[in-house]
C-alpha cells in the first residue's frame, strides 16, 4: 500500500468522535479518526489530515456541506459514515437516500481517492431502536450494493460482534465510548492493513453481565436521562449540530503515536 498523504473524515457524531472526550482537542473529543490518523502520521512525515463531520449531521447535510469541500482538499483517502440520523425518522424514504449517497459516493471516487464507508452498527440491541432494525438492514444490504458497483472499501460494523459488548458504548447508548472508538480505529487500521499496538476486544459474554434487577434499574436511569429528552428534542426539531464548526476544516498534521 503505497503512503497516504491527505486523510479527510466525513460524516456525523461517529466520525466527529462524540463519547470519546480529550481535553487536548480543539472541540474537546478524539474519537476513533483522530487515532486513525495519528498512526497514519508514523507512517509519512507528508501527512496531513482532516475532520469536517458535524453532530447530528442528516444524509443531505454531509452531502451538500462536506462532499466538495473534501473534494477540493484533494485526498488520497476518505471515510464517510452518513444517513445514520435518517434511520431515525420513520418518514425517510430509504431508496431515494441512498441514491442520493451513491451519487456522492461516485463524486468522491472521481478523485481517484480510496473510499472507505461503513454499514450502520446492529441497532436492535438498544430498546428505544429495536423496531428500527430492520431499515438499518435494509440500508446496508443498499450500501453493499453501492460499495461493489464503485469499487469501495466497507467497514462492515454490523457484522463487528464485539460492538455488542455495552462497555464499548458511551451512557447515551447510542455513540461509541472511549472503548469503542479505540475499538473501532483498530478496525478501520487493518481494513488499511496499517500496523497498530490498539488491544482486540475484551472478553464479554451476555451471560455474564449484570442480573434483570440491575439491567432494570439501568434502563429505567437510561430511558429517564438519554432516551425521553432524545425524543423531546426530535419532535422539536432541535438539531445539535446548529453552529457546531468541523474541528479540522483544513488539513492539518495530527499528533503521531508516541
Not at 50 to 56: K, Q
Request: hydrophobic content about 45%; charged content about 20%.
Amino acid at each position: 500500500m503505497s503512503a497516504i498523504t491527505r486523510y479527510v473524515a466525513l460524516g456525523d457524531s461517529f466520525t466527529e468522535g462524540i463519547g470519546d472526550p480529550d481535553s487536548a482537542s480543539r472541540n474537546g473529543l478524539r474519537g476513533w479518526a483522530d487515532v486513525v490518523a495519528a498512526h497514519l502520521a508514523n507512517l509519512n512525515p507528508e501527512f496531513r489530515y482532516a475532520n469536517l463531520a458535524i453532530r447530528g449531521h442528516t444524509m443531505d447535510a454531509v452531502i451538500a456541506g462536506q462532499v466538495q469541500p473534501a473534494i477540493l482538499l484533494q485526498p488520497d483517502l476518505v471515510t464517510i459514515y452518513a444517513g445514520i440520523n435518517d434511520l431515525l425518522k420513520l418518514r425517510t424514504d430509504l431508496d431515494a437516500m441512498m441514491t442520493r449517497y451513491a451519487r456522492a459516493l461516485a463524486l468522491l471516487r472521481r478523485t481517484g481517492a480510496r473510499i472507505m464507508t461503513f454499514t450502520a452498527a446492529d441497532i436492535g440491541t438498544v430498546p428505544v431502536f429495536r423496531r428500527l432494525r430492520g431499515r438499518a438492514a435494509i440500508y446496508n444490504e443498499l450500501l453493499r450494493a453501492i460499495v461493489d458497483d464503485l469499487g469501495l472499501e466497507l467497514v462492515d460494523f454490523w457484522r463487528f460482534t464485539e460492538f455488542r459488548d455495552p462497555r464499548m458504548w458511551d451512557t447515551d447508548r447510542v455513540h461509541l465510548g472511549p472503548l469503542g472508538h479505540q475499538r473501532m480505529a483498530a478496525r478501520v487500521l487493518d481494513a488499511l492493513a496499517v500496523p497498530h499496538t490498539l488491544c482486540g476486544p475484551p472478553h464479554w459474554s451476555a451471560a455474564s453481565h449484570a442480573g434483570r434487577v440491575t439491567r432494570l434499574r439501568s434502563d429505567l436511569h437510561w430511558a429517564a436521562s438519554f432516551a425521553a429528552p432524545w425524543v423531546l428534542r426530535r419532535l422539536r426539531r432541535v438539531t445539535p449540530g446548529a453552529g457546531v464548526e468541523p474541528k479540522l476544516a483544513s488539513l492539518t498534521t495530527p499528533v503521531r503515536v508516541p
